[in-house]
């Protein structure tokens, strides 16, 4: 059963630190993964997708990498912005699932 | 190019009351998917079809919850005899099958249903 856990559940930091977010998968077998971000009382908008072999994908400020080996993607931020205040979720596709399996999320407040 | 789109925005009802929700996917997109999501937690997944063919559904799916999609384009989702703990963000994304030539499956969300029992 794919579990995904993402670290730290809250982030808050001053605005221009350059930021990390985890997210780690218990099967590797994936198909894919997406990262989404999402504001409140709204719907998730996809950032990137990783194809399961790719290593990274890159879109602006936002840059998404892929371990299948340990589990592990990781969403970088730079030079974060009071605008990227939001949560963000990591989701991974199993082929064998046919569905996407997210974790709870990394809610970040970026203060001026 | 429209989105997903899904109606109401907004649903407050009374316990044991029926609702419905609707989901308009992206007209090529032959995969739709239902989820739930409560505050501070990701989205649950609850059920999805590919074309008009419902292939699975979660556990947390009671009988109480049935979700159609006739003719492979729209679909709806039932809640009947609803209940506090229905009180939920329900979304809805469409994609294109995995499997197909070029295909990603990157889902595309729509902004929910949030549903309110009292």
């Known amino acids: 059963k794919q579990e995904v856990t993402q670290i730290p559940a809250a982030l808050s930091v001053p605005e221009g630190e350059n930021l990390v977010l985890n997210c780690s998968f218990t099967d590797s077998a994936i198909y894919n993964l997406q990262w989404f971000r999402q504001d409140p009382g709204k719907g998730l908008t996809s950032l990137l997708l990783?194809?399961?072999?790719?290593r990274e994908q890159t879109s602006g400020r936002l840059n998404a990498s892929l371990d299948k080996s340990s589990g592990r993607s990781t969403l970088y931020i730079a030079a974060s912005q009071p605008g990227d205040s939001a949560t963000y979720l990591c989701?991974?596709?199993?082929?064998?699932?046919?569905?996407?399996?997210f974790g709870a999320g990394t809610r970040l407040a970026v203060h001026p | 190019d429209t989105g997903v789109s899904q109606d109401p925005r907004h649903k407050i009802t009374k316990r044991g009351q029926n609702v419905t929700f609707r989901c308009d996917p992206i007209?090529?997109?032959?995969?739709l998917y239902w989820y739930r999501q409560t505050l501070g937690q990701g989205p649950e997944f609850l059920t999805y079809f590919q074309n008009e063919a419902q292939l699975e559904k979660s556990r947390l799916l009671s009988d109480r919850f049935s979700a159609e999609r006739p003719k492979g384009s729209f679909s709806t989702l039932e809640i009947q005899r609803t209940e506090q703990g229905d009180s939920a963000m329900y979304l809805c994304a469409s994609s294109l099958g995995i499997g197909l030539a070029a295909n990603t499956g990157e889902l595309f969300f729509g902004e929910g249903s949030r549903l309110t029992v009292l």
């Open positions: 989701a991974a596709f199993s082929g064998g699932y046919n569905k996407l399996i």
């Open positions: 007209s090529e997109h032959n995969r």
């Open positions: 990783i194809q399961s072999s790719q």
